[in-house]
């Protein structure tokens, strides 16, 4: 079975801070893709990134940057020079290859609030 | 965007009545999932499709039932609605193993 672990439910930083938002994951896939989800207070579900299993290149875009770390069974993401704008509901998730066992696995978010 | 349409974004029902929510998309994809989001829980899998007239339980499928008799649409029916059953539902495609989601659906039971 599937899980995905967010240990942290809620941070909150000052604007400027870096902050990191750990995800843990447990599988017994060996592809398997994991992902990053934003969700504003509007509600809607934002994709932010999809790493998959072969690839443990850290990834870089703009001032979001995600860690994938294979022995640890670890996919963090980190927010350099936070803002206010970034405060949102972060999910992190896991699915199988894709088929008949492409389900997506949620963890239960993290709530990040950015202070002025 | 796999242009996934949710009906209805919100609906207040009474306990003990049935309700219907509607996920259309527009992309021909083969997989679509139905989640609910829960304080606390993030997002659970209800049901899912992998292709006309087939579908399977999630982790969450007690007092839920879907149909799909077209590929485009994708029904999930709350027999008898339940206070418990409150929830934000989402709508969710995949193709390739990218998943798109609906904007939700906010269902009060009351």
Redesign the interface.
């Known amino acids: 079975a599937q899980k995905v672990t967010?240990a942290q439910?809620e941070i909150s930083v000052v604007e400027k801070e870096d902050v990191t938002l750990d995800c843990v994951y447990e599988t017994r896939d060996t592809t398997y893709?994991l992902?990053w989800y934003k969700q504003p207070p509007s509600?809607?579900?934002v994709?932010l990134i999809?790493r998959n299993s072969f690839d443990e290149q850290n990834e870089i875009s703009g001032r979001y940057s995600w860690n994938f770390q294979k022995s640890t069974s670890s996919f963090n993401f980190t927010i350099t020079a936070s803002q206010v704008v970034d405060s949102a509901v972060y999910?992190c998730?896991l699915?199988g290859?894709?088929g008949?066992n492409?389900?997506?696995?949620?963890?239960?978010?993290i709530t990040l609030s950015v202070r002025p | 965007d796999a242009g996934i349409t949710q009906s209805p974004r919100h609906k207040v029902t009474e306990t003990g009545t049935p309700v219907t929510l509607r996920c259309h998309q527009t992309e021909n994809h083969r997989y679509m999932y139905w989640y609910r989001q829960d304080p606390g829980h993030g997002l659970r899998l209800i049901h899912y499709s992998y292709g006309v007239k087939d579908t399977d339980k999630g982790e969450v499928s007690d007092g839920y039932s879907v149909s799909r008799s077209k590929t485009e649409d994708f029904l999930l029916t709350l027999e008898s609605a339940t206070s418990s059953q409150t929830s934000v539902y989402f709508c969710a495609t995949t193709w390739d193993g990218s998943y798109t989601f609906g904007s939700g659906t906010r269902l009060t039971v009351v």
């Open positions: 967010q439910t893709y992902f509600g809607e579900l994709f999809r999910f998730a699915s290859p894709t008949a492409s389900k997506l696995t949620f963890g239960k978010g």
